[in-house]
């Protein structure tokens, strides 16, 4: 009975995971890339490096954007600044513009635009180019990319559903599961396919199920509503709830349309810097500026603990008087949900540890990708007979052939992809980030369509060493593009380890693609000579027969 319960959870292992396996190998590549998107962003904006190591203080960089606003956009209905912090040094400003006055048909009914601005001088920073960075990459692991926000979380959700049920599934399987994370016996078809697979999901196997459970909680409102939707059915539905939970519309009320000039920001700053006991500051969202009902809306940066509730106060505009102040005691219920979502998104880990966070997310997709392969591997021996005969791999095979290679070989190619984009489109091209992550899916769509074309293990070693090549070119690629690189940022102490850190990794990345390379060339070497040996032997037989 027990034997008959194991199959059956073998049978859920396999099909569970490789039904979605090609979707969250993207989540987990782009998850995992998320842990440094903050560094990503950095090294994809080279114009910000020189000014990277000049250290401004909050209260002088808040009054330079302060003034900017004041000159350039009086009128708009809300301002918003972030503050540099210790893993981004530049100063982003942004305001939403009121309506168009002669209310065109189908005008937007505001408009919100942004700069980037030096925090020493308040200058806006013209030559700065356009760039999502990594936070493409960071919704691309939850919004997925051209289509609508509730689909692409929706097939996530359901993706990571199945995840949990294939690790669970997993653990139930697997009578020596600690063992396995000791065995490798590599050249061993199958066995050593296996073993990978194994290995990288016991090595870890509590990050996995943390990151997979923990992303599901990220999205328990949309996927588990019916707890909301009963409690808040007489006050307003969900819409009420979300008011009342995540106020993120928070000191926003209707302009007097009286002007009045704004209150000194330097005491605002040090009465929350005190009430927060010197933690630094994210942003300040001024609500109303230069209105008799202006306010101001100070939130605290996320500091290193584990829940990602992020306290805010709320001040009167136009006297500087606090007027309330938000999540400085929240319910057990938001405690518990800040700590699993702060545990998923990882702000409160230092680098080194964010660090061992990303590769456990690397062994995440080896994971999943060994467990594709393994499928492959296994139904081709299966099929084995039939394949010597001249038969055709059946449909299902050459498709999850032609999937793996794209998803596998192809996501790399795309990545890569996104960075050479980075540099090479002209700085002030129209439409620049999008032109960034068109790149990424055409790289990757032209990887998916070879592939389909021609499913050989030709095309993996194709596509394994593009990959290579473009990753290890990157740094030669900043070389050329920016005076950052890491001799330079590490002599003239330019933002060196965000930098430095990206192309060490990018080019370890590379290298690794190139060694599987190798090692497939290896492979294929010694399955000739094999094959050459054991006509010769067959030769042998027929010259003594005859």
Not at 367 to 381: E, P
Request: charged fraction near 15%.
């Amino acid at each position: 009975m027990r034997e008959g319960f194991r199959q059956s959870m073998a049978w859920l292992h396999t099909w569970s995971g490789l039904l979605v396996c090609w979707v969250l190998l993207l989540v987990f590549a782009g998850g995992t890339a998320s842990y440094f998107k903050d560094e990503i962003t950095f090294w994809m904006t080279p114009e910000l490096h020189a000014g990277a190591r000049e250290q401004v203080a909050p209260e002088v960089a808040l009054q330079h954007a302060v003034a900017h606003l004041q000159e350039q956009e009086p009128q708009a209905e809300r301002w918003f600044i972030s503050l540099p912090s210790e893993r981004s040094g530049a100063m982003r400003v942004g305001w939403i513009s009121p309506p168009p006055k002669d209310g065109a048909k189908g005008a937007p009914r505001s408009r919100f635009k942004s700069e980037t601005l030096d925090p020493a001088s308040g200058r806006k920073m013209a030559a700065v180019r356009e760039t999502r960075g990594g936070e493409f990459l960071y919704r691309l692991h939850f919004d997925l990319h051209y289509m609508p926000v509730i689909w692409a979380r929706w097939i996530v959700s359901i993706c990571a559903m199945f995840m949990l049920v294939a690790i669970v599934s997993g653990i139930i399987t697997h009578k020596r599961i600690f063992k396995d994370f000791f065995t490798f016996r590599p050249g061993k078809g199958q066995r050593s396919w296996l073993d990978a697979h194994n290995a990288t999901a016991v090595l870890a196997l509590p990050f996995h199920l943390m990151i997979t459970y923990t992303g599901l909680v990220t999205l328990m409102f949309m996927i588990m509503p019916w707890g909301v939707q009963t409690a808040y059915k007489d006050k307003g539905g969900e819409s009420a709830f979300f008011e009342e939970v995540f106020p993120v519309g928070a000191g926003r009320i209707q302009p007097a349309g009286v002007p009045a000039p704004l209150a000194p920001l330097k005491p605002i700053v040090e009465q929350a810097r005190q009430h927060w006991n010197g933690a630094p500051l994210a942003t300040i969202v001024i609500n109303n500026p230069g209105d008799a009902n202006a306010t101001i809306v100070v939130t605290r940066q996320k500091t290193r603990t584990l829940s990602y509730l992020q306290p805010g106060m709320i001040f009167n505009g136009t006297t500087g008087a606090l007027t309330s102040a938000m999540g400085d005691d929240p319910s057990a219920t938001a405690v518990t949900r800040g700590a699993l979502y702060g545990l998923h998104m990882g702000h409160f880990a230092d680098p080194w540890l964010r660090v061992l966070f990303f590769l456990c997310g690397l062994s995440g997709c080896v994971m999943v990708a060994s467990g594709a392969l393994l499928w492959a591997v296994k139904t081709r021996q299966k099929q084995a007979k039939a394949l010597a005969q001249g038969a055709r791999r059946t449909f299902g095979l050459r498709l999850v052939d032609a999937l793996n290679i794209g998803a596998i070989a192809g996501l790399p190619i795309a990545f890569a992809a996104y960075f050479w984009a980075n540099r090479l489109l002209p700085v002030g091209l129209p439409q620049r980030p999008q032109m960034e992550i068109t790149w990424f899916f055409a790289a990757w769509a032209i990887a998916a369509v070879l592939a389909q074309i021609r499913p050989t293990m030709g095309m993996w070693r194709f596509q394994l060493s593009v990959g290579a090549a473009m990753f290890i070119g990157i740094p030669i690629l900043n070389v050329f593009t920016t005076h950052s690189h890491l001799g330079v940022t590490l002599l003239q102490g330019r933002g060196p380890w965000q930098v430095a850190g990206f192309d060490i990794t990018v080019l370890l990345l590379g290298i690794a693609l190139a060694m599987v390379v190798r090692a497939l060339n290896k492979r294929e070497k010694k399955q000739a000579k094999a094959a050459a040996a054991g006509i010769k032997t067959e030769q042998g037989k027929l010259r003594e027969a005859a």
